[in-house]
């Protein structure tokens, strides 16, 4: 930690030349940004000296929790050995040949070959190149369309935005790209009305159905989901929505891809998202909980048979980035996954801390007058604020209430995000019991404060 300036020197700096991701910089100048300085296990301290939970952990990716220190040990040696060499050019490293072999180990069965980027946002966009370069490798380049939903978050970059459905990301820059499509979230609060969650998991995906055949069967490349929405919301789907989506891309022959970059390395209680739904994609998409933040690292897993259509009919592949499996990265990531295979941190999830964290949080939250669909599974949960839980009416202002809830929060050092009205939280996977029942107690005493603000 830099000793010789104060906060106010750091907000200064950062005021006059820092341009923040995701926030408007004339309101955050003028209130200061909060300096984080340390962390260790799920605790955040600032540069006041506030120790703060992070309910978050980070943003959703700090999967094995903060202040390890065999990354750092594994990351200085390979920074001493062989600090950086690219994959192009019929080069490769033990490391990243190493984290290849891992991770087809830990994926689900038919998941050989990984295509490595530096974040969740060029995973999509290599997603989004490869299954275009694999149609037309295959002999179909009239199947160009990409199918996402309104609501879904698939990153930043100008593909991953233009997939996602973040309407006020469209709005600037000029998105979507063509070649987009979107169809409705299966969000069961809002849209199931008189269906039980069954009944409208099913018709969810045959929103999907309807948009492959309105855009025709033969230009549909592919359609991509989040397991849990996560930025969305964290929006889970009836148990039916997966394997319907599933039967209906078989049906026409489009890929199904799922964008694991939150719900991958264990979040739901499984290693992939997928498995906790029972439906296998063709492709899979992550970054985040690869390495728990530690470094930047993204990985695209690519199913047996796009990877048979590319290796066999492909020919070069021109696509990558400087950094792609860059070996401190992939270093880095190889213990990572290793130590939450060899830990049992992804099987505490499933047994122990997930069902916990699932009957405490609803116990918790169903007490509140304007608190409603409280859901979650592994270690991602929500809940929504709502006006009249009897008539399921919403506040107005979509976002206001949530931003002032997540305020109350944040002011008694404990970080949820909001997320539109949703509330949400997914903490690093290491968390324990009594570190759940203590967030949650913090968590109840903010939503108390919330509510008579509301009343
Ligand atoms: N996909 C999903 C599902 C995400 O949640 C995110 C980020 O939150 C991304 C892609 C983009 O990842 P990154 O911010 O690492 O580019």
Known sequence: ???????????????????????????????????????????????????????????????????????????????????????????????????????????????????????????????????????????????????????????????????????????????????????????YYKHGKDLTPEEFGIQAAQWIEAKILEVGADKVAAFVGEPVQGAGGVIIPPSTYWPEVERICRKYDVLLVADEVICGFGRTGEWFGQTHFGFKPDMFTTAKGLSSGYLPIGAVFVGERVARGLIEEGGDFNHGFTYSGHPVCAAVAHANVAALRDEGIVERVKNATGPYMQQRWREVFGQFAHVDDVRGVGLIQAFTLVKNKATRELFDNWGEAGTQCRDIFFKHNLIMRACGDHIVCAPPLVITKAEIDAMLETAVACLREFEQLVA
């Open 1 to 187: 930690m830099s000793q010789q300036h104060t906060t106010q020197d750091w907000r200064a700096m950062d005021a006059a030349h820092h341009l923040h991701p995701f926030s408007d910089t004339k309101g955050l100048n003028a209130q200061g940004a909060r300096v984080i300085t340390h962390a260790d296990g799920i605790y955040l301290w600032d540069s006041e000296g506030n120790k703060i939970t992070d309910g978050m952990a980070g943003l959703w990716c700090v999967n094995i929790g903060y202040g390890r220190k065999d990354l750092p040990e594994v990351a200085k040696r390979q920074m001493e050995e062989l600090a950086y060499y690219n994959t192009f050019f019929k080069t490769t490293h033990p490391k990243v040949a190493e984290l290849s072999a891992l991770l087809a180990s830990v994926a689900p069965d038919g998941f050989e070959h990984v295509f490595y980027t530096n974040s969740g946002s060029e995973s999509v966009d290599t997603m989004i190149r490869m299954v275009r370069h694999y149609w037309s490798s295959v002999g179909k380049p009239e199947k160009k369309v990409l199918i996402g939903r309104w609501n879904g978050y698939h990153g930043s970059t100008i593909g991953g935005a233009s997939l996602g459905g973040m309407s006020y990301m469209h709005e600037q820059g000029d998105l979507p790209i063509p070649g987009i499509a979107h169809v409705e979230q299966p969000w």
